[in-house]
T-cell receptor, first 109, second 112 residues
Framework: GDQVEQSPSALSLHEGTGSALRCNFT?????VQWFRKNSRGSLINLFY???GTKENGRLKSAFDSKERYSTLHIRDAQLEDSGTYFC???????????FGKGTHLHVLP | DAGVTQTPRHEVAEKGQTIILKCEPV?????LFWYRQTKIQGLELLSY????????DGGAFKDRFKAEMLNSSFSTLKIQPTEPKDSAVYLC??????????FGPGTRLLVL
């Protein structure tokens, strides 16, 4: 099975509301990274975490290596937040990075 | 600062051709990755280099895909021979040891 399970695969939010994306890991991961694909198709870094939580504006991410999951919280969603979000995790060998299949976020007016 | 550069941005090839994609990592980064992105499979690792040494060659992609890194500032991904199922976006990323990966804009490949 997949080592990184990302959910949900699609999410619709109304402007001003919030939700969380989640990645579950089947093995212990050393670090996780969250990306957003922009309108040109480029992957933009959102967060890199080896542990704990990080916050940037309306986004907050958490990573628990022991419990094998990471989350990305979006609050006060805006139309420009629409896009595809990916998590990627590095296993204990450090260099092998495995991506989730992505979450398509659609923010509605 | 220059980020990761990839060329060409778009490539159209006929079945059976050889194509070479190019990547210039962020200056000073030690790790370089090649990924393939499709709607069905998402992002898949093709190759990984650390300090120019091949660490991971992506298993299932070995037979027709070959990545090389002859110097620390340039890498190529050769697909030979191309097949229609190779149509995808090919992404190159670099990072400084075990830190954040920085992605290039990708090369969109269409194989007819």
């Amino acid at each position: 099975g997949d080592q990184v399970e990302q959910s949900p695969s699609a999410l619709s939010l109304h402007e001003g509301t919030g939700s969380a994306l989640r990645c579950n890991f089947t093995t212990t991961m050393r670090a996780v990274q969250w990306f957003r694909k922009n309108s040109r198709g480029s992957l933009i870094n959102l967060f890199y975490l080896a542990s704990g939580t990080k916050e940037n504006g309306r986004l907050k991410s958490a990573f628990d290596s022991k419990e094998r999951y990471s989350t990305l919280h979006i609050r006060d969603a805006q139309l420009e937040d629409s896009g595809t979000y990916f998590c990627a995790a590095g296993d204990t060998n450090a260099y092998k990075v495995i991506f989730g299949k992505g979450t398509h976020l659609h923010v509605l007016p | 600062d220059a980020g990761v550069t990839q060329t060409p941005r778009h490539e159209v090839a006929e079945k059976g051709q050889t194509i070479i994609l190019k990547c210039e990592p962020v200056s000073g980064h030690n790790d370089l990755f090649w990924y393939r992105q499709t709607k069905i499979q998402g992002l898949e690792l093709l190759s990984y280099f650390r300090s120019k040494s091949l660490m991971e060659d992506g298993g299932a992609f070995k037979d027709r895909f070959k990545a090389e890194m002859l110097n620390s500032s340039f890498s190529t991904l050769k697909i030979q021979p191309t097949e229609p199922k190779d149509s995808a976006v090919y992404l190159c990323a670099s990072r400084d040891w075990e830190d954040t990966q920085y992605f290039g804009p990708g090369t969109r490949l269409l194989v007819l």
